[in-house]
């Protein structure tokens, strides 16, 4: 069954603690998209990566990072730099990096006390 | 900076009511056009795409959407909804096939049965 896998649903972290979400697809997906989802928003681009080893900033990135070592995989860090964390965050992946769908996970709802 | 209009917020519906949801676009180049869905609980899955062609595209569910570039506009149709249509619909354009889609602030539908 492929598609695109996030954990945890739900995640709560103390303020100032770095905190990771995973990301996985099964779908031999190039590219692979962060986004940040807040009531009454719409969906901001954090990160994206259409290739391992490699990324780019999107609209939001400050106080985020992330890494793309394997193909598959594209963790999110949200770092304590990030002034506020508590969000919906998607993952998201298509085929390359432009003029296609974008696939998306389930999402994790980070809440940061 | 490049940005997608959403007119509603929310809307509420009885069945069988028609659907017309706005969706204005600010870019003056050559753009890729979504509406995604969000069902309560679900994934965000792509509801229809146009990317060149017929500007007149149908997606799943009875869905269909004209894209109108002299307005800047890609309106979501469905001439009658149902109750399993519930959902929050966001609208997104890809610039000149990039990487980056930009996506609305949505509009949440009820549908009462």
């Known amino acids: 069954d492929g598609g695109i896998t996030q954990s945890p649903k739900y995640l709560f972290r103390k303020e100032g603690q770095n905190v990771t979400l995973s990301c996985e697809q099964n779908?031999?997906?190039?590219?692979m998209y962060w986004y940040r989802q807040d009531p009454g928003q719409g969906l901001r681009l954090i990160y994206y990566?259409?290739?391992?080893?490699?990324?780019q900033k999107g609209d939001i990135a400050e106080g985020y990072s992330v890494s793309r070592e394997k193909k598959e995989s594209f963790p999110l860090t949200v770092t304590s730099a990030q002034k506020n964390p508590t969000a919906f965050y998607l993952c998201?992946?298509?085929?390359?990096?432009?003029?296609?769908?974008?696939?998306f996970g389930p999402g994790t709802r980070l809440t940061v006390l | 900076a490049q940005s997608v209009s959403q007119h509603n917020h929310h809307v509420i519906l009885s069945e069988a009511a028609s659907l017309e949801l706005g969706c204005n676009y600010s870019?003056?180049?050559?753009?890729?056009l979504f509406w995604y869905v969000q069902y309560p609980g679900q994934h965000l899955q792509l509801l229809l795409k146009?990317?060149?062609?017929?500007?007149l595209v149908k997606g799943i569910k009875g869905f269909e959407a004209e894209f109108i570039k002299s307005k800047f506009s890609f309106n979501l149709r469905k001439p009658s909804v149902q109750w399993s249509d519930t959902a929050e619909y966001f609208c997104?354009?890809?610039?000149?096939?990039?990487?980056?889609?930009?996506f609305g602030s949505g509009t949440r539908l009820l549908v009462r049965p």
């Open positions: 997104a354009f890809e610039m000149d096939s990039s990487y980056k889609l930009i």
């Open positions: 779908l031999n997906h190039d590219a």
């Open positions: 146009y990317f060149s062609g017929d500007p």
């Open positions: 998201a992946s298509s085929i390359t990096s432009g003029g296609g769908e974008q696939f």
């Open positions: 870019y003056g180049g050559t753009v890729n």
């Open positions: 990566s259409q290739i391992v080893n490699d990324f």
